[in-house]
């Protein structure tokens, strides 16, 4: 079993950064892909960013690529999402997702996450 709790969310004028923690627990995080997603009001939630169990493996929204990074530290057992030049349109609650072992590799798809954390609010005021 794995619980995730992020944090570091919170309100930014555009053009801002704000950066997310997600930590971890259970013996088996190790070897876990890890994902982030969010979900805006009124609209499906969304695929954001992943990163391979080992942190090798990066991939990215389009509507995030440059602007966000994406990085886990296994010791640590977190998971972080790095917002740079934040824009209104980012504003949702961004939630933590934990692939079940030993799926260590990246993926969009949120059918193959198996743990979710609770979910942090970001806003960005426009």
């Known amino acids: 079993q794995v619980q995730l709790v992020e944090s570091g969310g919170g309100l930014v004028q555009a053009g801002g950064s704000l950066r997310l923690s997600c930590a971890a627990s259970?013996?088996?995080?190790?070897?876990?892909?890890m994902g982030w997603f969010r979900q805006a009001p009124g609209k499906q939630r969304e695929f954001v960013a992943a990163?391979?169990?080992?942190?090798?493996?990066?991939v990215y929204a389009d509507s995030v690529k440059g602007r966000f990074t994406c990085s886990g530290d296994n010791a640590k057992k977190t998971v972080s999402l790095q917002m740079s030049s934040l824009k209104h349109e980012d504003t949702a609650v961004y939630y933590c997702?934990?692939?079940?072992?030993?799926?260590?590799?990246?993926?969009?798809?949120?059918?193959?996450?198996?743990?979710w954390g609770q979910g942090t609010q970001v806003t960005v005021s426009s």
């Open positions: 997702a934990a692939r079940a072992p030993p799926f260590g590799g990246v993926s969009s798809r949120d059918y193959e996450y198996v743990y």
């Open positions: 259970g013996r088996t995080f190790g070897s876990s892909g």
């Open positions: 990163v391979s169990w080992s942190g090798d493996s990066t």
